[in-house]
């Protein structure tokens, strides 16, 4: 019995013995707890320092980017404002066609008017019914080059207007050959030296395409702008032996509906090419150009209507800009 | 005349920081409210263990139902310290598990008259594991600018040392009580420890609530 009594007794001194180690270690963790602690604290403290400043920059990044939204909506807005001057001399020869129609038929129509009276006077009806056909013929012409002065009006407002156009079914062939004639006669408001060949090749069979017609039509006329600037500056160079000119052609390819726009200009350095889309890029002089045109193209076809914008040149032979539209483009 | 002062030491000192626990509960952060109950509900699990001893009952069936609920007391310490969602539900988990092994113990292995010193162990075992976690955690984000001065360390270093210590102790409890006569002094260590703990506990309570009256003085 004593025997059992002293073998238990050892294993509980010994087990005792452990135990008192594991606790001793214990308060040696808690220990190294506290020196770990201070340590740590210290990067801790440096990490929050760090951190909070992060944050105060995150803030300050955070406006400067709200500031930069801000002043690239001005400078898009000022873009298209800049675009509409450009077009103002375009839109005042494309105004006055219709209204010189307006003003003729209106003077002709008062001049048979008085002949009317004067047939009716006679007793003479079947000449004045003959007139009277006549007035309403020449009425009809009237309002013809009317509502197309105002569709041109219209198209203004809606070009300087911020925020994207509707979208619309609309003729591509129209639409481009609109804005090309707009463009040229805006140059050469600008310049009346200038002269350059309009080439349009188009194709006829081309479907109406949903689009943001006057989004689109602010694209085509950048790229329509370049086009003439390149061969006008050509031509200042070149002299006589020079023919500028510049071409246009719809198509419609894989579905999508091409819009070629080439030009026999200067063309473009192949150091520039990566660069030409790039917003605030331009090789023309101060003043003249914001270097947005082309930016804001690339976004309206590309990033608007899932498009694409590609470019081919040959240094000092010209210049090929080829709009690619998405028969159904989404929005 | 020794074992009165242990016994003295031990009841004083889990009677005062019931008593401060009491006044305190409503003033210190939620984790410590917790705190202060538990140290309410020992006091009077240990009244009526004493009652009952005194009387000559057997006792065992206080500590059957009191271990589960001090160790859901201290779960729902760690759970608002870690704050943490999976930790949230380990520790829901063990405290069903312990109501379980308490079940199965009472049916196979220790009567519920007797002291359930297999669920003790166990439930020491997972105090020690949690108090070294939240070891982790506190030196992992070091939030508090002088530790020593925050409750949340004196009462995790008194888990720490005490449950440690009370692993050795129910671990060997049945080896040990089949001495004919068990050796007095371990009876002693452990109210000695006991009553560190509580006085850790008291301290931690008490300098919570100064960790209070700081911050709110702060703001």
Known sequence: MNEHFLIISNDVAVSLFAGMI?????????????????????????????????????????????????????????????SLGELTAGIAHEIQ?????????????????????????????????????????????????????????????????????????TDINVLTNEFFKLSYHGLKAKDSAFEAELVTNF?????RVSLAQQDVGRALLNVFNNAFYAVNQKQKKSGEGYKPTVEVRTLL?????????????????????????????TTKPTGEGTGLGLSLSYDIIVKGHGGTIDVKSRENEGAEFIVRLPLQAGH | MAADFYLIFYYGVL?????????YIKKVDTPFRWLCMLLIITLLSEAVGGYLSLHHI???????????????MYAMVYKLFFNDKKWTRLLFGSIACL?????????????????????????????????????????????????????????NSAVLIYYAFSVLIWGLHSLIFRLKDPPHIIYQILLLFSGFLYLAYTASIILNRVSTIKAANRV
Do not use: C
């Open chain 1, 203 to 207: 194709d006829y069979n081309l479907p």
């Open chain 1, 253 to 281: 390819n894989d579905g999508f509906i091409q819009i070629v726009v080439t030009d026999n200009g200067n063309g473009i350095p192949d150091a520039i090419k990566d660069k030409i889309m790039q917003p605030f890029f």
């Open chain 2, 58 to 72: 057997p006792n065992g069936l206080v500590y059957v139902i009191f271990t589960p609920i001090e160790y859901f």
């Open chain 2, 15 to 23: 009677l005062t920081g019931a008593g401060i626990g009491l006044f």
């Open chain 2, 99 to 155: 109501i379980l092994l308490e079940m199965i113990n009472i049916i196979f292995f220790q009567q519920p008259d007797e002291a359930p010193t297999n669920i003790m162990n166990i439930e020491s075992v997972l105090l020690v594991i949690l108090s070294l976690k939240l070891f982790i955690d506190i030196r992992e984000k070091p939030i508090y600018d002088s530790i020593l001065n925050e409750g949340v360390f004196w009462f």
């Open chain 1, 22 to 82: 594991v606790i001793g270690l214990l308060f040696g963790f808690i220990i190294y707890f506290l020196f770990s602690y201070r340590t740590k604290q210290k990067d801790y403290k440096l990490l929050q320092s760090q951190k909070e400043e992060i944050d105060r920059q995150k803030i300050v990044v955070e406006k400067t980017l709200d500031e930069l939204k801000t002043t690239q909506t001005q400078l898009i807005h000022r873009e298209r404002m800049a």
């Open chain 1, 97 to 169: 066609n219709p209204l010189n129609f307006v003003n003729n038929f209106s003077d002709v129509n008062q001049e048979m008017l008085a002949e009317l009276e004067e047939e009716l006077k006679a007793g003479n009806t079947s000449e004045a019914l003959a007139i009277a056909a006549d007035i309403k013929e020449n009425e009809s012409k009237i309002n013809h080059h009317g509502k197309r002065a105002d569709f041109i009006v219209k198209g203004m407002l809606e070009h300087s207007r911020s925020g994207t156009g509707a979208w619309q079914p």
